[in-house]
């Protein structure tokens, strides 16, 4: 579950006592998960409000994932990928003490889950928010990660033009390549790909996968592959999802994402470039978005590069530099 998908149903918010770093106060309390609560905070400084998400317990898991989206954020800058304001632990004293936590931007609109839930959007929209999360996978994919845990509750709306919707809670995201980790849960079971449903090394594919996933569910309103975690596990990896010629050139492009095959699956660069043709494109059979894979499929496999930025080696290495300490 995200730690912000409880938000909506809380009749009263908890509140929260006490400073974080000397500068934000503790307001409502927005959502609480397995690993950590977030809370929004009032700057004291001035600034706008912020969310403070603190660890859940102190436990190695708890700990180890805040410490883990700490890494990851730091060496990430995108408009549609939320941003890393301050970390720390919290002092002692307190009910939270000794538990470390993160200061990051606050995202207060409601999830992808919400809106599946609430409304039906339009293909055009759809589109719109799909170019912005690619661009934002393709920057995250050039630092050399995974986020691993792509799904609906795990996207923001934003209300801003230039970044309609956010990517958020990086607690699990991993360097490509990475063996699963004992004891890490890895993913959200109806939004995984067949190759990490397996227990594979991370990488990029998988977001792309799950991505397609998303969409999919977006456009339909009904998840891929529904029923129990162990039914729907079982599915993928027997089949692909079904989508149905309707979609037009959505259809071609969705195929292309959830392809079983994950050599055969898009980069997240020409996801984006495909999601910015549907944005303004009648629906039709499908030839020009096919055509247009069928151009780049020279960046096809290609997984941990895209053409959408680049990312310094100093900050693919912060995600190790936080594991070691640890």
């Known amino acids: 579950m995200s730690l912000l998908e409880t938000a909506v149903a809380a009749p009263r918010p908890a509140q929260a006592k006490g400073t974080v770093a000397g500068r934000w106060q503790l307001r409502e309390r927005l959502g609480r ?35 883990n989206e700490a890494g990851v954020l730091a060496g990430l800058n995108h408009p549609s990928i939320v941003r890393l304001i301050a970390q720390g632990v919290m002092p002692g004293g307190g009910t939270h003490a000794g538990r470390p936590f993160l200061v990051e931007e ?54 801003l033009r230039r970044s ?56 339909t309103g009904t998840k891929a592959f529904p029923g129990t975690a162990v039914e729907s596990l079982v599915a993928r990896t027997l089949r692909s999802p079904g989508i149905p010629d309707s979609l037009g050139d959505w259809a071609v492009l969705l ?20 999601a910015a043709r549907l944005m303004t494109e009648v629906p039709s059979p499908g030839q020009g978005i096919q055509r247009s894979l069928q151009s780049q499929g020279s960046q096809r496999g290609q ?4 053409g959408a930025g680049t990312c310094p080696a100093t900050r693919a290495s912060s995600l190790r530099r936080h594991r070691q300490r640890a």
């Open 106 to 159: 606050l995202a207060l609109g409601t999830s992808l889950a919400d809106t599946i839930r609430l409304q039906s959007p339009r293909p055009a929209e759809v589109a719109r928010w799909a170019r912005g999360l690619f661009e934002a996978l393709a920057h995250l994919h050039a630092c050399g990660l995974v986020h691993r845990d792509i799904k609906p509750a795990n996207l923001m709306l934003s209300g």
């Open 303 to 306: 997984r941990g590069q895209t």
């Open 164 to 219: 309609p919707v956010r990517i958020i809670d990086f607690g699990i995201a991993a360097m490509a390549g990475a063996a699963p980790e004992p004891g890490i849960s890895s993913g959200t079971v109806h939004y995984m790909s067949p190759e990490q449903a397996a227990g594979g090394a991370a990488e990029p594919a998988w977001d792309v996968y799950a991505m397609g996933l998303v969409l999919l569910e977006l456009l």
């Open 255 to 274: 195929r292309s994402l959830t392809a079983m095959d994950p050599g055969e699956r898009p980069t997240a660069a020409v996801a984006a470039a495909m």
């Open 33 to 67: 998960g397995s690993a950590a609560e977030v809370f929004r905070a009032v700057d004291l400084e001035g600034g706008p409000d912020v969310a403070v998400k603190i660890a859940a317990a102190n436990g190695r898991k708890q700990h180890q994932r805040i410490q």
